[in-house]
């Protein structure tokens, strides 16, 4: 029984990562590759910089997020005597 709870949280983690992700590539991207500098030599690196951000903002939500809050809450429950440390510690060494 214990599997399957940890499954569900899980599986909401990746829910909402997932979710996260379409809207940024929804919303963000293309606000960021809608720039009228991008002809300009002189703002090559703030090119670089908005191209960059463009395309690693999708991803972001599937490393950092809710998915690192999930993982941590099963692992909290999976080993409830260092649940809180768990808590703490995991997505802030994944951020």
């Given at each position: 029984m214990a599997l399957v709870g940890y499954l569900e949280i899980l599986g909401a983690g990746a829910a909402d990562a997932l979710a996260e992700s379409a809207d940024t590539w929804n919303d963000d991207i293309p606000a960021l590759l809608i720039v009228e500098q991008w002809p300009d030599p002189y703002l090559l690196r703030l090119n670089h910089s908005l191209l960059a951000a463009a395309l690693l903002a999708p991803?972001?939500?599937l490393v950092?997020?809710?998915v690192?809050?999930?993982a941590a809450g099963v692992l909290a429950q999976a080993f409830p005597a260092q649940g809180d440390e768990i808590r703490e510690a995991l997505p802030a060494t994944v951020d």
């Open positions: 991803v972001a939500p950092v997020g809710p690192t809050d999930a």
